[in-house]
């Protein structure tokens, strides 16, 4: 069965399209016309060993915000019809990641029902031209369209950049442990309610 998915959004504000294969190999192609969040979502691609490709068109003359929310809005999109009807899927994932000084935990559970707990206490505003705030925007995004429980926490770190890197790589980690399939549980759904 493919778990693969395209997803086009086109706005006002901006035009998306992704495309996701979660059984890929760590590939990526990614032009958001935002460099830092095109590393961000490399990480994610090559720890989570998905095929992705994101492709962007935002008013970034105004700033980042609209694009980089929308991305999360259709990578959410994305997750949620490649998972597809969830029988046999793992469900639940998790992941630490360090990088130096910073270390990172991600949890998820595709339970259907969004909700994001994140806490990041970014060590300053700005990584480069990048406004850190975003961060927490992409991921309100995925988790309202993904339809998953999503728990972000830097545990510590003093410098921004690692700190974002380790969620980021987190994030793909517990992703690929999610989206995992369990041939034990052919054909069920992971839930006793039958249903997610």
């Known amino acids: 069965m493919s778990r693969t998915a395209e997803i086009v959004r086109n706005t006002n504000e901006t035009k998306i ?79 630490y990641v360090p990088l130096d000084e910073s270390l990172s935990r991600v949890v998820i559970d595709f339970s259907g029902r969004p909700y994001l707990e994140f806490h990041v206490d970014f060590a300053r505003q700005m990584t480069g031209q990048f406004d850190l705030d975003l961060i927490r925007e992409f991921f309100q995004g995925l988790v309202n369209h993904a339809a998953v429980s999503l728990h972000i926490d830097n545990l510590r770190g003093d410098n921004a950049h690692h700190q974002c890197e380790t969620v980021f790589k987190a994030f793909g980690r517990a992703l690929r442990m999610a989206v995992a399939v369990d041939p034990r549980a052919a054909g069920m759904v992971p839930s006793t309610k039958g249903l997610l």
């Open 17 to 95: 399209r992704i495309s996701i294969d979660l059984d890929g190999t760590g590939k990526s192609n990614l032009s958001t016309g935002i460099p830092f969040l095109d590393h961000m979502l490399d990480q994610v691609a090559r720890h989570g060993l998905l095929d992705l490709t994101v492709q962007a068109e935002g008013d970034w003359e105004i700033d980042d915000h609209h694009t980089v929310e929308d991305i999360g809005i259709t990578l959410g999109q994305a997750l949620s019809k490649a998972v597809g009807d969830k029988k046999g899927l793992c469900r639940y994932g998790h992941a």
